[in-house]
């Protein structure tokens, strides 16, 4: 099985993959801009075409201060109120360097809660803080097995910390997850682009 490389010169020049490589990929599915929303909802092209999603948010802007993005998921495209178990914990550095540290955080995860699942510790709303990140949902649409979530976001706060929050958890159903929800914790998503991706 030979790697076609052109001219001989590096991996960065491959022309092609034998059939038995899968080279994978991310395909755009649709992507929404948030403009005061008080929720981005994604309940289409959530199916069985790809093994996972992955969405990814752009400097998602809240209204309150501070405002913490969140998630949940529907399986009945009404209730978004599906069972999770999660676990959360973050690393945080403030501008002066005066103070960092890597926690457990206590009050961010659930135990077979419906209710929203945090993904940052909460941006400032003043003009120069956000928050962005990824989250990717694997086999969404599975009737035989929970769903697993991780999760990544860089945040800062209205006192100039940044935080690198990571969370993980599952969908405790066999049911399919047929929408996403985003919304802040309080308030209004300000601004941000949200995109969702198959992953083939």
Same mark, same amino acid.
């Given at each position: 099985m030979a790697i076609n490389l052109a001219n001989n010169s590096s991996l960065a020049n491959i022309t092609s993959l034998p059939a038995s490589v899968s080279g994978g990929a991310l395909t755009l599915v649709s992507s929404q801009t948030a403009s005061s929303s008080a929720t981005i909802d994604f309940t289409s092209g &959530?199916? !069985?075409? +790809?093994? $996972? +999603?992955v969405f990814?948010?752009? @400097?998602? *802007?809240? !209204? !309150? @201060?501070?405002? &913490?993005? $969140?998630?949940?998921? %529907? =399986?009945?495209? =009404?209730? +978004?109120n599906t069972t999770i178990t999660s676990t959360v914990f973050r690393a945080y550095h403030n501008e002066s360097g005066s103070s960092s540290a890597l926690q457990y955080a206590v009050n961010f995860d659930q135990a077979q809660g419906t209710g929203l699942q945090n993904l940052d510790s909460g941006s400032g709303n003043a003009s120069d803080k956000a928050s962005s990140g990824t989250l990717q949902i694997f086999a969404p649409s599975s009737t035989t097995f929970v769903k697993h979530f991780i #999760?990544?976001? !860089?945040?800062?706060?209205? /006192?100039?910390?940044? *935080?690198?929050?990571?969370? #993980? /958890? +599952?969908? @405790?159903? %066999? $049911?399919a &997850? %047929? /929408?996403i929800r985003f919304q802040m914790d309080s308030g209004n998503i300000d601004d941000g682009i949200i995109k969702m991706y198959g992953v083939a």
């Open positions: &959530i199916d !069985s075409t +790809y093994d $996972s +999603y990814k948010l752009i @400097n998602i *802007h809240p !209204s !309150s @201060n501070p405002g &913490i993005i $969140s998630f949940q998921g %529907t =399986t009945d495209g =009404t209730n +978004y #999760a990544n976001f !860089s945040n800062v706060n209205d /006192g100039d910390f940044n *935080h690198n929050v990571f969370v #993980a /958890g +599952y969908f @405790n159903t %066999t $049911s &997850i %047929t /929408g």
